[in-house]
């Protein structure tokens, strides 16, 4: 019988995997190590989800699986109702007035079919002296950021110990001061705001202006110091950790331009867009649980993790460039009431006692893509003869919704206020629009007997008569 002789393959000495580690087993193992990183993370978000909403993992789990379907948001995404986001901004344990709102601002998101929605950040001043709905139809008045602390101190609707406090009181004040449905709230104190940076490790902001404070608060006075500090920031770009950017946002005390409300108001709007940049952005995706977690012990809010799984799907791809940024402050809407001569404090009373102003501008903050892209130059005149300085007010509030506004100055007086398309057709939105909000009629010729009136500055002229500017002539030192 013939013999078999069998010779035992000798391995590569460069083959220095084990055989039972075979091609398909490394893919799986990977597929595993994946899957036990993503689970771990996906794990720390649940809990940081449930930390952040104050509900349970589960809960927060269903809710960010479910994409925001069938959410309150994206309900009104698909009705194109626009939604309004109260922030209330305080400080919190350990600060001179816990729950004294000091920055304060409406976002409202306009949602649009087939197109990215329209969004408006408004800043509200906290030292506007306004009328506060408390519970048992009980009204007081007060500076408006009393309004949340009022409600956290039990004297709103809702008790004290529950998240909903401060705004059921702040809420409703809003409402009725700016004329449109407030749908969410979120109140965040000092250190969410801080950490809330720090935890994505920190923001990039463009500086406008150098500027100075000498007189930051250094600490609280009722924990004993009622010091000052100086602070300092120079023009450009600028990478700032939570502690600097909270004091870039807060600063009230800028010289030049920087000592307004206007500014400190477009301050906070801009840590708020460089946070929201960071947020979205690929690294700042894998900091969302730290983030979370750093917002859950200091946020209150009504808001469900559907409902901001929604909100971030709708919001999420707009350019920061095209958001709306705008400031009502004495410089429109609203008068310094002349302490420490007219007024017991420094307050700020609208010039409309009514309201009804101020709600009309907001209830019309969005303007048609059509007007905006025609960039027509549109220039204001004061037609007004009392002196209010009408023409800059329009010029500041038009170019804050996007027009390219001049201000042309003082003009003979007339009554009825008058939109001219001087563009030979080429502004018509633009003309239509401002005809619209001013309740008038586009007119397209004007004959002006030789120094009376502006010669043509051509696009679309406004010129705003004493009837329009009559709401803007307040009476200082009376106040409601």
């Known amino acids: 019988m013939a013999s078999i002789s069998t010779t035992r393959r000798r391995r590569s000495s460069y083959n220095v995997l084990p055989r039972w580690l075979t091609v398909k087993r490394i893919a799986l193992a990977l597929i595993a190590a994946v899957v036990l990183v993503t689970g771990t993370f996906g794990v720390r978000l649940a809990l940081s989800l449930a930390h952040a909403f104050h509900t349970n993992p589960i809960s927060a789990v269903l809710g960010a699986l479910g994409g925001g379907n069938g959410s309150s948001v994206a309900q009104s995404r698909q009705r194109l109702q626009r939604i309004n986001i109260m922030v209330y901004g305080y400080g919190g344990g350990g600060h001179d007035g816990a729950f004294l709102s000091d920055s304060i601002m409406l976002i409202s998101i306009n949602p649009r079919a087939n197109q990215q929605p329209q969004i408006a950040e408004i800043s509200i001043p906290r030292d506007w002296y306004v009328p506060i709905e408390l519970n048992q139809a009980k009204t007081t008045f007060g500076r408006i950021n009393e309004a949340y602390a009022d409600g956290m101190n039990g004297q709103g609707p809702v008790a004290s110990n529950q998240p909903g406090a401060g705004a059921s009181v702040a809420d409703p004040t809003m409402q009725h001061l700016l004329g449109v449905h407030i749908d969410y709230f979120v109140g965040v104190d000092f250190s969410a705001f801080k950490s809330a940076v720090d935890s994505v490790g920190g923001v990039d902001v463009v500086v406008p202006n150098t500027f100075t404070d000498t007189q930051y608060p250094h600490g609280e006075c009722d ?258």
């Not at 979205?280 to 559907?306: K, R, Y």
């Not at 409902?307 to 402050?329: M, Q, R, T, W």
């Open 223 to 480: 924990q004993g110091d009622c010091a000052y500090m100086t602070v300092h920031f120079n023009a450009g770009p600028q990478h700032m950790n939570g502690a600097t950017a909270l004091i870039f946002a807060r600063s009230r005390h800028g010289n030049g331009s920087e000592g307004s409300d206007f500014a400190r108001s477009r301050r906070q709007q801009l840590v708020v867009a460089a946070l929201k940049q960071k947020v979205v952005s690929i690294g700042g995706i894998g900091n969302l649980p730290d983030l979370l977690n750093a917002l859950g012990d200091n946020v209150l809010t009504n808001l469900t993790v559907s409902d901001a799984e929604a909100l971030f799907g709708l919001v999420k791809d707009v350019n920061p460039a095209n958001i709306e940024h705008v400031s009502i402050d004495n410089t429109n809407f609203l008068y310094d009431c002349g302490y420490p001569y007219r007024c017991g404090a420094y307050w700020l009373y609208a010039n409309d006692s009514s309201f009804q102003s101020v709600q009309h501008f907001i209830q019309n903050v969005f303007t048609p893509d059509a007007a905006i892209k025609e960039k027509a130059p549109v220039t204001f005149f004061d037609a007004s003869g009392n002196g209010t300085v009408a023409s800059g007010r329009w010029t500041q509030l038009t170019t804050m919704l996007g027009f390219s506004s001049t201000d042309g100055g003082r003009i003979p007086k007339q009554v009825v206020t008058q939109v001219i398309d001087e563009s030979g057709g080429k502004d018509v939105q633009t003309a239509k629009w401002l005809a619209s909000y001013f309740g008038v009629t586009v007119t397209t010729q004007k004959v002006v007997p030789t120094g009376s009136g502006p010669a043509a500055a051509g696009g679309v002229v406004v010129e705003l008569g004493s009837a329009e500017e009559a709401s803007f002539v307040g009476n200082p030192g009376v106040g409601y």
